[in-house]
Nanobody, 122 residues
Framework: QVQLVQSGGGLVQAGDSLTLSCEDS????????MSWFRRAPGKEREWIAG????????FYARSVKGRFTISRDNAKNTIYLQMNSLKPEDTAVYSCTVGGPVPKIEADFGPWGQGTQVTVSS
């Protein structure tokens, strides 16, 4: 059974970097592609990054490409989202999930991590 526990997040200034982690307490982590989504205030949840089961292929939304990096360590059952050059418009609740690595309908993703608030001040 997959259970995702997120860590990281917080309040940073524009231009800063932040790394989010998502640990899977289940036993078959390496079988799954994984993705990160975010939900900004007043907006729908959007897919922002995905990684295949091996970590060999990654995909990004245009809004974060070149600034964010998704990675995974299958030995630690953990995926990461390294966020650089953060902007105020990156302020959102970030959630990891099983599925991907490319965007599909949201119903194809899950289960979900608990969500982590990232706030970027200008």
């Amino acid at each position: 059974q997959v259970q995702l526990v997120q860590s990281g997040g917080g309040l940073v200034q524009a231009g800063d970097s932040l790394t989010l982690s998502c640990e899977d307490s289940g036993r078959t982590f390496s079988n799954y592609a994984m993705s990160w989504f975010r939900r900004a205030p007043g907006k729908e949840r959007e897919w922002i990054a995905g990684i295949d089961w091996s970590g060999g292929s990654t995909f990004y939304a245009r809004s974060v490409k070149g600034r964010f990096t998704i990675s995974r360590d299958n030995a630690k059952n953990t995926i990461y989202l390294q966020m650089n050059s953060l902007k105020p418009e990156d302020t959102a609740v970030y959630s990891c999930t099983v599925g991907g690595p490319v965007p599909k309908i949201e119903a194809d993703f899950g289960p979900w991590g608990q969500g982590t608030q990232v706030t970027v001040s200008s």
